[in-house]
């Protein structure tokens, strides 16, 4: 009898499952899908991220299958599919192909020293000197954020002030020994560029890949495409906020596009179309290194079985993702607005990618909901227990009147502690961030619901251990 019924359970719900309707964005299994699925998908997506603005393309050998906008930017305009963005630390991918387009010119080659082409390119530590263009792009250099002053690097004008800023750092590492992520690599390829060219950086990168591939949407810097202001969360409210202030001309995440674009690029990138390196130089720009599955600005990545070249960005108002799949010939680039403690764009893009193998994607976001609230709650209770600690200080000193001092200050060790959490901060922040610098600044932009959280329990915790040891001091005095 139990097996009929299952058998009955599972016919009736194979039946359900045939004639529900499928999701507009899943698209005909096993095929291309179509523009109208993928913007669908993508509609769905802002909803379900709740992020102000979005932009996104895909594309399929020397095609661009889709390429969109949605939501708004921060002046209520309309995002399309031509409306400029910040991509941060996409940008590496396309220095590194100004450098490999001056390798097949002849003017540079992968294993000869910096120095050689950037005699300015000096620190306290020698072995800087045996430094490869390779190993910049590789980020094997052993140059890291915890062995050089990126705070003055910040502060250069421009990029010849930026390499003269490393002088008093040292490597954390031997040359092509280690890999380690670090924006300095970057850019001192982005000067080298500059110098070998023998023009500015921007127009360097104008004349070698934007041109050729008819970018006319992007550039380096915010000079000549200028984006709108971005947006961070605030418990789930987003805040338009102009993105941090510092140096944003450079090789690591300087580049201002546009979903277009980032669709010829796409092409190129998966060596449809035109290109700006020889197929050689291109599949040295994909190859992992000796020490890392990092290559020249991309990195692998295993997603649906599939080896993708991937490369993610973040600033502090605005993120984006890019991916290639070499083997079918798709491309994908997400672009965002805005920044959170949680970035959807990942999602996004492996929803992008479900679609492009016929599979139906889940619809992504909550994530950062869930996390601002959790946060939010965690700062109402934490402010609650200080209002409450306060309140209860004459109490809690009555009970210790005439006991050790030292026994009482035990005590006040808990209440201090999310004080000491406050404090150290960013130190703790950039640990966990291994080693990165972070900066006081730098927290309040997308990580502000942590930080507001932690210091809604630091001065919760300061205000009652305050108020406890007044109020003992003066039970003590017989007050």
């Not at 102000?52 to 299958?65: C, E, K, N, Q």
């Not at 390429?67 to 599919?81: C, E, I, K, N, Y």
């Not at 929803?351 to 994607?361: K, N, Y």
């Not at 992504?364 to 869930?370: F, S």
């Amino acid at each position: 009898m139990r097996v009929h019924l299952i058998r009955l359970v599972a016919a009736a719900v194979a039946a359900a499952v045939l004639v529900l309707p499928r999701p507009a964005w899943a698209g005909p299994p096993g095929g291309e899908p179509s523009p109208a699925s993928v913007d669908a998908y993508l509609r769905e997506a802002l909803e379900s991220t709740g992020v102000p603005g979005l932009s996104a393309v895909l594309t399929h050998g020397d095609r661009v299958v889709h390429a969109t906008g949605l939501g708004r930017d921060s002046s209520g305009r309309p995002v399309t599919a031509d409306t400029p963005m910040r991509v941060a630390s996409v940008s590496k991918s396309f220095t590194a192909a100004a450098v490999m387009s001056l390798v097949d010119d002849g003017l540079v080659a992968l294993d000869e020293p910096v120095v050689g082409y950037l005699p300015e390119f000096r620190m306290a530590d020698r072995r800087a000197a045996r430094i490869t263009v390779r190993q910049l792009l590789n980020q094997t250099s052993g140059l890291s954020d915890t062995t050089v002053d990126i705070g003055a690097t910040q502060r250069a004008g421009d990029l010849a002030g930026y390499v003269a800023a490393l002088r008093p750092g040292a490597l954390a590492a031997a040359p092509g020994t280690r890999w380690e992520y670090c924006n300095v690599n970057y850019d001192v390829a982005a000067r080298l560029v500059e110098v070998v060219a023998a023009r500015g950086f921007g127009d360097a990168m104008r004349e070698r890949v934007f041109g050729p591939l008819a970018m006319s949407g992007s550039a380096v810097g915010d000079r000549v495409v200028r984006p709108s202001d971005g947006f961070f969360s605030v418990y789930g409210a987003w805040v338009r906020r102009a993105e941090l202030p510092g140096f944003r001309d450079g090789g690591s995440g300087g580049v201002v596009t546009t979903a277009a674009d980032m669709g010829r690029w796409l092409i190129a990138q998966t060596g449809h179309g035109p290109g700006v390196v020889t197929p050689a130089g291109l599949a040295t720009m994909h190859a992992p290194s000796a020490v890392s599955d990092y290559g020249m600005g991309w990195g692998e990545e295993a997603v649906g079985g599939r080896t993708l070249l991937v490369h993610s960005g973040n600033l502090f108002t605005y993120t984006a993702v890019e991916a290639i799949d070499p083997g079918t010939g798709y491309g994908y680039a997400v672009m965002f607005n805005s920044a959170s403690l949680r970035d959807d764009t990942y999602d996004v893009l492996l929803g992008l990618v479900a679609l492009s193998e016929g599979r139906t994607p889940a619809a992504p976001g909550g994530g950062r909901q869930t996390i601002e609230a959790v946060l939010g709650l965690c700062a109402l209770a934490a402010a609650g227990l200080g209002v409450l600690g306060v309140l209860r200080s004459p109490q809690w000193a009555r009970r210790r009147a005439g006991r050790p001092r030292w026994r009482a200050a035990l005590r006040l060790v808990p209440v201090l502690l999310p004080a000491a959490v406050l404090a150290t901060y960013p130190q703790w922040v950039s640990f966990l961030m291994n080693g990165r610098t972070v900066t006081w600044a730098q927290l309040t932009y997308f990580a502000a619901p942590l930080t507001i959280t932690i210091g809604v329990a630091g001065l919760a915790g300061l205000a009652t251990a305050v108020s406890r040891l007044a109020r003992l001091r003066s039970v003590g005095s017989g007050g």
